[in-house]
């Protein structure tokens, strides 16, 4: 049984997942977008999608971020964050949890504030539109 889960943030989805290599203006690259881009205000509260328990708390190109493990092998990946709510390796989260802040854009084409979110199953990318209720 997959488990539903909740959008991290409430705004329009300005990027979509693509498995396509695109050039990332930001990286001066090609990569894939192995994640949705949804629009939320910077400093605007992001959720926990379902309820896991945290992998990793992060920083890399684009900005501060955090991944879930949840059952049945999904991991969620939250990015372009600009705070993380004291969490840590191990913590346990619930479904709609405030685990961050949104923060300024990096690393993406995207410019306007945003999250990135990315879904993983079995440690290989999928859309999250697939599996958002």
Known sequence: EETDFIPPAGGDILAEYSSSLSF???LGDYRTHNGIDIAADEGCSINASADGTVENVFSNAFGNGIS???SNGIVTKYMCLGSVEGLKSGDSVKAGDVIGTVGKSKGEN???PH???EVFKDGKPVNPKDYLK
């Open 115 to 117: 999250i990135h979110f």
């Open 68 to 70: 879930i493990s949840h």
């Open 24 to 26: 990332n203006e930001a």
């Open 110 to 112: 995207i410019k306007e």
